[in-house]
């Protein structure tokens, strides 16, 4: 079993900055990688941001590529997710998950095995 607990979200102006973290607890949190997805009003969750489990590998959305830094601290059994040059368009509310396979890296939300409550950003013009 995993607990996630995401914090960090809020109402910004487009060009400023956010920093969302997801806090862990239950399994040994270096065992499994992390994910940040997002889901806006009518869409589906889409994937944003992966980790590694040692936090050595990273990947992102084309979208966000050059303006979301995803990092984790495993000895503070968090992963974090540092926003820069906010959009309109990263309006959403955000979801970190995690990934209990012994390797790789997954991208879709299908194949996550725990999620967190999710954590309103709202981004305005």
């Known amino acids: 079993q995993v607990q996630l607990v995401e914090s960090g979200g809020g109402l910004v102006q487009a060009g400023e900055s956010l920093r969302l973290s997801c806090a862990a607890s239950?399994?040994?949190?270096?065992?499994?990688?992390m994910g940040w997805f997002r889901q806006a009003p009518g869409k589906e969750r889409e994937f944003v941001a992966a980790i590694s489990r040692s936090g050595g590998s990273t990947y992102y959305a084309d979208s966000v590529k050059g303006r979301f830094t995803i990092s984790r601290d495993n000895a503070k059994n968090t992963v974090y997710l540092q926003m820069i040059s906010l959009k309109p368009e990263d309006t959403a509310v955000y979801y970190c998950?995690?990934?209990?396979?012994?390797?790789?890296?997954?991208?879709?939300?299908?194949?996550?095995?725990?999620w967190g409550q999710g954590t309103q950003v709202t981004v305005s013009s």
């Open positions: 998950g995690a990934d209990l396979r012994l390797y790789g890296v997954q991208f879709a939300p299908g194949e996550y095995d725990y």
């Open positions: 239950g399994r040994a949190f270096s065992t499994y990688a």
